[in-house]
């Protein structure tokens, strides 16, 4: 009985024995799992510290960039100011050094270092924990002037290559946008818009009294179609509007030739170069003209008893007669002007995105009029002389077109063999073909389309002579020689046939664009 009591005794000792270990053991792991623990927080809020740093120094090297600094202690007292005004750490964190400093190619190089006493550190020794961070950059930046040229045809509705356009091109703004807020040089980024289909549309309440218009329809292009089998009428078409019961719709035509491809700035000593308002003759009444429906854009009364196709559709006495319907951009004499309006440059991006947002298609394919208005917004000449001088000095003029198409210029079984664009009526003979001659009635449709595709090449030329940058985006099936050649050089062309990646194709122009102004 004793012995069992012993045992039992033993057994306890030995059992508080072991409980004993376990808690010192215990006690032992709880040191590093503190520490372990202390250091996750150290690390935690040197990362937050090291992106705050990082954030703060990049606008304080911009901002000093920006001033009027001229050597390294200036840009050091500007550079500080703005540093301190942007880093936002707590008072556990000292600024112990910054940098800021003209690189040898004029660039702004920064840094900076904060210094941190950690828990675990603090807790074993005076140490403390250096964080830095450095920034470039690219103080001579260049200033861009962009001309966006989209294509708003009727094929454009095809599946979603539309609303693919939009988000590609609105997307191509913001990120030309955001480079624009990166630049050290105030409206570093300028762009223009420029939708086209047969022709280009400007504000008709702006531009209606330009000089640069053709106000009393002097140009050589502007009685072509009232031409009646006795001869030429004058004709000032602005007065036509009004005698019509309507206003000018703001589409334009194409100037002659030559000045159709180049941008000679716009002079009422030289008529030819003016620019002429569009306006879509009356055709004549069907009932009478011996040609059944054909003619489509008979909008008023002939008031004549002729039975000549070409004096009841020349005449100009008729425009105040009555009418054989409403008035709009699809009857009348702005029949085939309702795509959206054009913007100048400008830097106002939300209002560019705005307007792209609102596009719309309509109308056959005039490439050879959109690059010439794409071309008139860069231009310092004409008609709105925005661009810089050519060859200004870290300044750059970029062309950006997307189509979707070919030229085309429509045939119709008509005297006039076609509809009436910007090019006027085929018998006009208005283009010029790449043998000189003009382009008539009865061409084929590869004629015709090699005629505007002819007047295009002419324009990429010339517009690459003046060093603009030109970038060309096809979005069709198979490739194109003819937008090819019109880019700069293999790497401007893009070749797309899913819309769907209009997006990618815009935002790698626009980053090669954009690696003009910061450098990190």
Known sequence: MRRSRFAEFGRLVRSLDDRGNVAIVAALAMAPICVAGLGAVDLARATSAKSQLQDALDSAALAAARSNATTDADLKVAGDRFLQQNL??????????TSFRFGDNGNVLASANVTV????????????????????????????????VLDTT?????????????????DFVTKMEDAAKKSVEPDSVKISLVPFSSTVRVDSATYRNATWMDQNGVSPINDEIFTTSSGTQHANRFTLFTTAGTSWGGCMEMRKAPY????????TGTPATLYTPFFAVDEPDSKTSGYGQDFQNDYVADGTSSTNWRVRQGSITKYGGKKNGTLSNTFGPNRGCALSKMRRLSTDFSAIRSDIDGLVADGNTNIPIGMAWGWNTLSPNGPFADGVAYNTPKHQKILVLMTDGENTISQRDTPNDGTYAATGYIWQGRVIKSNGQPLLQGATDETRTAALDYRLSLICTNMKAKDIEVYTIRVQDGSS?????CATDRDHYYNVTDSKTLTTVFQSIAGQIAALHLAR
């Open 88 to 97: 936002a750490l707590d008072s556990s964190f000292n600024l112990a050094a």
């Open 117 to 148: 006493r950690p828990f675990i550190a603090g807790l074993l020794s005076n140490g403390t924990m250096s964080l830095e961070a450095t920034s470039e950059v690219v103080r001579a930046s260049v200033k861009v002037e962009v001309a966006l």
């Open 260 to 267: 159709d491809v180049q941008d000679t700035a716009p002079s």
């Open 154 to 170: 009727g094929s454009m509705t095809e599946g979603t290559k539309l609303s693919d356009m939009k988000k590609a091109a609105k």
């Open 481 to 485: 020689s003819l937008l090819q050649a």
